[in-house]
């Protein structure tokens, strides 16, 4: 048998192992295609929370469905897990633990998940991507790194949004979830929430007034004179 036909024997035998398990795979379980992004990726979590959460779904089965639901997330969600699980399926994620059995209540996936997926002028950003996106380019980043739980960040979300509408195609804007991403803003240095930061000048956290008019005043500000550096010839 050739290697061709070996490797397409055990991708069949995985497939009947599954469906005679009863389990649909992880990117199945989301309804999502292999090449989604991570923003897809976590729509299709939320989505997918909220319909089957056990607090809202009395079926005999919710739990399980939705530690099946969570395992996915938790594995699509991080690259590294991801690229295991494309080539090895479930089996090459027997030595990383997790079950999906750690979950949040339904209303925090009302409320508080994905707090920015849905507005277009804001890019949510993870460990995947920050050094990619932010770190390695020379774009103009202002960040909020934010935590679900604090209710001054869900005070500013509304401002926030309208900041990155002001000047969305002058600077880029982010956004940065420390509940998921703790080791990204930790590497960050964020100690308290939001906290407001311009890239890629990193240590230029924004300590003004949280108003609309200021936030876009203060980048404004930044960007001229990252222009007039520019224009002197200081780069």
Same mark, same amino acid.
């Given at each position: ?9 055990? #991708?069949?035998?995985?497939? #009947?192992? !599954? ?9 199945? !379980?989301?309804? =999502? ?35 099946? =639901? ?23 994620? &027997? ?47 202002? =960040? ?5 739980? @604090?209710?001054? @960040? ?11 509408? &002001?000047?969305?195609?002058? #600077? ?5 979830? @420390? ?5 990204? @803003?930790?590497?960050?240095? =964020? ?22 008019? &200021?936030? #876009? ?19």
């Amino acid at each position: 048998m050739d290697v061709i036909k070996l490797q397409r024997s055990i #991708v069949f035998v995985l497939l #009947v192992a !599954t469906v005679v398990a009863g389990e649909l795979g992880f990117y199945e !379980t989301l309804g =999502i295609s292999k090449d989604a992004n991570t923003r897809d990726i976590r729509r299709a979590f939320k989505q997918a929370a909220l319909k089957y959460h056990p607090d809202k779904n009395d079926e005999p089965d919710a739990h399980s469905r939705f530690l099946r =639901i969570n395992r996915a997330y938790e594995v699509l969600k991080d690259d590294d897990l991801r690229r295991k699980y494309d080539l090895h399926g479930e089996a090459g994620l &027997e030595d990383n633990g997790g079950r999906g059995g750690q979950y949040q209540s339904w209303n925090y996936y009302k409320q508080d998940f994905g707090l920015y997926d849905d507005d277009p002028e804001i890019v949510t950003l993870s460990a995947s991507d920050f050094d990619l996106l932010v770190t390695s380019s020379n774009d103009t980043w202002f =960040i909020n790194f934010y935590s679900p739980g @604090c209710p001054p @960040c869900h005070r500013l979300a509304p401002t926030w949004r309208e900041v990155a509408r &002001e000047i969305d195609g002058i #600077v880029r804007v982010g956004a940065v979830n @420390c509940q998921e991403d703790r080791q990204l @803003c930790n590497e960050q240095g =964020i100690q308290a929430f939001p906290s407001l930061l311009l890239f890629p000048r990193r240590m230029e956290r924004y300590r003004g007034d949280r108003s609309r008019e &200021e936030l #876009v005043r203060y980048v404004m500000e930044h960007v001229q004179l990252s222009f007039a550096h520019l224009d002197s010839g200081e780069f």
